[in-house]
């Protein structure tokens, strides 16, 4: 069965401050795919990353990085000196290396910045 | 950029009516998804399309659901006999090939009364 299990229900933090979002998946494929997606106030899903199986290289984007850690099946994001825009419920992501499989998501994360 | 568009970005309907919500995908992409979000909870699969049918559905996607690519560019969610627990955000989403990035739409956002 695949599942993905974000822990932290809730975040909040100050501005500046750097922040790490945990997310943990279940999958019995060898070759399959995780993403993260933002979905700010406004609703809609933003992609921000997408790592296949084979790529455990962390990857650093801005202030955003990423740590792949297959042994753990891991798969978290870190947001350095976040920022109030920063604001919104991030979704980790796991599909199978299978044509057009759907995602699936964990319940999300909400991070909270304040000024 | 090219984006996948929905409309309408909010509907209210009486319970027991019929909805349709549109989405038009991104005009090269072969996978087509519908997706559903109830308020202050995670993304849940619904139903995928390819190949001008249905590829995969979920538990969620029983027999008052249907699926449509009716033009060739369209792709359409029906529900025949709308529900209170129907009340969520609806995202169609789609992809150029396999296991690419999703292109979400905006959303629709189905009010139940």
């Known amino acids: 069965a695949q599942k993905v299990t974000q822990a932290q229900t809730e975040i909040s933090v100050v501005e500046k401050e750097d922040v790490t979002l945990d997310c943990v998946y279940e999958?019995?494929?060898?070759?399959?795919?995780l993403f993260w997606y933002k979905q700010p106030p406004s609703g809609e899903l933003v992609f921000l990353i997408r790592r296949n199986s084979f790529d455990e290289q962390n990857e650093i984007s801005g202030r955003y990085s990423w740590n792949f850690q297959k042994s753990t099946s891991s798969f978290n994001f870190t947001i350095t000196a976040s920022q109030v825009v920063d604001s919104a419920v991030y979704f980790c992501?796991?599909?199978?290396?299978?044509?057009?499989?759907?995602?699936?998501f964990g319940k999300g994360t909400t991070l909270s910045v304040s000024s | 950029e090219p984006e996948v568009t929905q409309t309408p970005s909010h509907q209210v309907t009486q319970m027991g009516q019929e909805v349709i919500l549109r989405c038009v995908p991104i005009?090269?992409?072969?996978?087509f998804y519908w997706y559903r979000q109830i308020l202050g909870q995670k993304v849940e699969f619904l139903v995928s399309?390819?190949?001008?049918?249905?590829?995969?559905k979920s538990e969620i996607f029983d027999d008052q659901f249907s699926v449509e690519r009716p033009d060739g560019s369209n792709f359409t969610l029906k529900i025949r006999s709308t529900k209170l627990e129907d009340s969520a955000m609806y995202f169609c989403?789609?992809?150029?090939?396999?296991?690419?990035?999703?292109?979400f739409g905006q959303g629709t956002r189905l009010t139940v009364v």
């Open positions: 992501a796991l599909t199978p290396n299978q044509a057009g499989t759907a995602l699936i």
């Open positions: 399309f390819y190949n001008n049918e249905i590829s995969e």
């Open positions: 005009s090269n992409h072969l996978y």
């Open positions: 999958t019995r494929d060898t070759t399959y795919y």
């Open positions: 989403a789609s992809i150029a090939d396999t296991n690419t990035e999703a292109f």
